[in-house]
């Protein structure tokens, strides 16, 4: 089970931090993975992060604004996001994917098993 958190209203420019707590599986086994969703549009691959940490990728649209972690310890994936634009508005989801091969990261969304239920980020102008 995911349970994702810290979305909100902000202005453009604000900063906000997503928090994915996970239960029921081993949380360091586990490649997490962040997407969003805005309205009218398709799901959207967002940020991924390894087992333990070292290994992460990035949409281009969010390179350099945003940054995945993870606390293992807490079963806690985080995703900081910066310079937050209009155009990140959007309902945003962390999975995980309890199958990947030596903890291969992944874009796509139907790698991962497991999905949290979303939290909704709005960024005004």
């Known amino acids: 089970q995911l349970q994702a958190s810290g979305g909100g209203v902000v202005q453009a420019g604000d900063s906000l931090r997503l928090s994915c707590v996970a239960s029921?599986?081993?949380?360091?086994?586990?490649?997490m993975g962040w997407f969003r969703q805005a309205p009218g549009k398709e799901r959207e691959f967002v940020a991924t992060?390894?087992?333990?940490?070292?290994?992460?990728h990035y949409d281009a649209s969010v390179k350099g604004r945003f940054t995945t972690s993870r606390d293992n310890a807490e079963n806690t994936a985080y995703l900081q996001m910066n310079s937050l634009k209009p155009e990140d508005t959007a309902v945003y989801y962390c999975?995980?994917?309890?199958?990947?091969?030596?903890?291969?990261?992944?874009?796509?969304?139907?790698?991962?098993?497991?999905w949290g239920q979303g939290t909704l980020v709005t960024v005004s102008s």
């Open positions: 999975a995980a994917d309890d199958n990947a091969v030596s903890g291969a990261i992944s874009t796509g969304a139907d790698r991962y098993e497991f």
């Open positions: 029921g599986r081993t949380f360091s086994r586990l490649v």
């Open positions: 992060i390894s087992w333990g940490g070292k290994v992460k």
